[in-house]
T-cell receptor
Framework: GNSVTQMEGPVTLSEEAFLTINCTYT??????LFWYVQYPGEGLQLLLK?????DKGSNKGFEATYRKETTSFHLEKGSVQVSDSAVYFC?????????????FGKGTHLIIQP | DTAVSQTPKYLVTQMGNDKSIKCEQN?????MYWYKQDSKKFLKIMFS???????INETVPNRFSPKSPDKAHLNLHINSLELGDSAVYFC???????????FGPGTRLLVL
């Protein structure tokens, strides 16, 4: 079956530090990959996505590149802010647009200190 | 103009009670989902519906019964609530042919 593995944290960084959150996946087909973010007390928001190998998703200064050879989709940001403090979820879908659920990693709690 | 909305946002109830959570989306999507997020933040699919038809029913106790009166609504009814049902329940929607899912704000259920 499908699975997603990501570092669980908490990850604590100082403002303006470089961020990497690792994510690797196992899937039978060629999945689409996602990063979702959950701010305290809120629902999940789509942060970025990539649908095929070597695609780079980017949004709000965050980037992730779909690496088929290493089955990875690591999230990076060059300079984090306090407002980036949240839980970040890596997820995959191999439904091809069907009604399958997303498979999520366990989430990484990110804390940015001023 | 909320895309995916859920009611109530918080639900505190006693063991053994029956409760419902409602979900509505105004995105024009034809597929809707329920997910459960446990106390460790782990998210797991429970159900999915496409055009009001049940597609996925993961290993969920039959005390949980989803109902989709139309494509824009997917409600979740829970009978005989147990302590272990305490969690955050998220509704989501997508359009068939697209893999991106859009999530509601969640319903925080606490069973005492």
């Amino acid at each position: 079956g499908n699975s997603v593995t990501q570092m669980e944290g908490p990850v604590t960084l100082s403002e303006e530090a470089f961020l990497t959150i690792n994510c690797t996946y196992t899937a039978t087909g060629y999945p689409s990959l996602f990063w979702y973010v959950q701010y305290p007390g809120e629902g999940l928001q789509l942060l970025l996505k990539a649908t095929k190998a070597d695609d780079k998703g980017s949004n709000k200064g965050f980037e992730a590149t779909y690496r088929k050879e290493t089955t990875s989709f690591h999230l990076e940001k060059g300079s984090v802010q306090v407002s980036d403090s949240a839980v970040y979820f890596c997820a995959l879908s191999d439904s091809g647009g069907g009604a399958d659920g997303l498979t999520f990693g366990k989430g990484t709690h990110l804390i940015i200190q001023p | 103009d909320t895309a995916v909305s859920q009611t109530p946002k918080y639900l505190v109830t006693q063991m053994g009670n029956d409760k419902s959570i409602k979900c509505e989306q105004n995105l024009g999507h034809d597929t809707m989902y329920w997910y459960k997020q446990d106390s460790k933040k782990f998210l797991k699919i429970m159900f999915s519906y496409n055009n009001k038809e049940l597609i996925i029913n993961e290993t969920v106790p039959n005390r949980f019964s989803p109902k989709s009166p139309d494509k824009a609504h997917l409600n979740l009814h829970i009978n005989s609530l147990e302590l272990g049902d305490s969690a955050v329940y998220f509704c989501a929607s997508s359009q068939q042919g697209e893999e991106t899912q859009y999530f509601g704000p969640g319903t925080r259920l606490l069973v005492l």
